[in-house]
């Protein structure tokens, strides 16, 4: 698996078990923030119907929904994601290891990539935002 494949099952599992819509949108408009300035409160609702908080607290409220995202790990072969060190036994059920007539079959330490926290947050939300919810 590639590092883009990688970064797309940390970044799915994230979304999917600890954003909700709201902190998606943070995320989102606290990156434009960054890059671009202050953005009038008025003009994200009036975009996203929603109202931003300002770069600050919207880091915070992003930082609050990350704050349980610790150390993530890849499955290299079948791409599945998940926060606990794997047994090195794959049992996501979906892949085609898990489907053989053989069931699952033994994994080694090298097909699985380890995230630290810090990546983890570079993924979900850019590498320029990551430093500010911490």
Known sequence: MTTKDTETAIYKHVC???????SKLLIQ????????GPLSPA???ETEGFDYPGFERACDEIKDALSEVGEMW??????????????????????KACESDDGPEG?????????D??????????????????
């Open 43 to 45: 003009e994200v609702k």
């Open 107 to 115: 994994d080694h330490p090298e097909d699985w990539t380890r995230l």
């Open 29 to 36: 408009w606290a990156h434009t923030d960054l890059w671009h």
């Open 117 to 134: 926290r810090s990546e983890v947050l570079k993924i979900v939300c850019g590498k320029e935002l990551a430093p500010y919810v911490r």
């Open 74 to 95: 890849c499955d290299d072969i079948c791409e599945c994601a998940q926060e606990d060190e794997p047994n090195w036994v794959c049992e996501c059920g979906e892949c």
């Open 16 to 22: 999917d078990t600890y954003l909700d819509d709201r």
